[in-house]
């Protein structure tokens, strides 16, 4: 059985740093394309940023804070969030696509999201 599970999540100050993981288990995601989004309450599910081999892709709300990373060998993606602020309280998912025509970002970008695989959720909260 294919699972996502993020860990990572907790209570910050604004300001502050956390690094989430997203460990994949019941097949290798080496070849996929891998990233993250965000639910705060009352709001829409939005795109956080995904990576593919060497390349990255950021929403700009993120862009220049936040850096995703992977380790193909551990089958772990991880979300590294610098100088987070308020805004960025929410539920952080990890999802998980293969590649399809287009763009290796594409499924992530799509409305709604075309990823095959997603995780539960962690819980991020930055306090002011």
């Known amino acids: 059985q294919v699972q996502l599970a993020e860990s990572g999540g907790g209570l910050v100050q604004a300001g502050g740093s956390l690094r989430l993981s997203c460990a994949a288990s019941?097949?290798?995601?080496?070849?996929?394309?891998m990233g993250w989004f965000r639910q705060a309450p009352g709001k829409e599910r939005e795109f956080v940023g995904a990576?593919?081999?060497?390349?990255?892709y950021y929403a700009d709300s993120v862009k220049g804070r936040f850096t995703i990373s992977r380790d193909n060998a551990k089958n772990t993606v991880y979300l590294q969030m610098n100088s987070l602020k308020p805004e960025d309280t929410a539920v952080y998912y990890c999802?998980?696509?293969?590649?399809?025509?287009?763009?290796?970002?594409?499924?992530?970008?799509?409305?709604?999201?075309?990823?095959?695989?997603w995780g539960q959720g962690t819980q991020v909260t930055v306090s002011s």
């Open positions: 990576i593919w081999s060497s390349y990255s």
């Open positions: 019941g097949r290798t995601f080496s070849s996929h394309t």
């Open positions: 999802a998980a696509a293969g590649l399809m025509g287009g763009p290796w970002y594409t499924p992530f970008l799509s409305s709604p999201p075309s990823c095959n695989y």
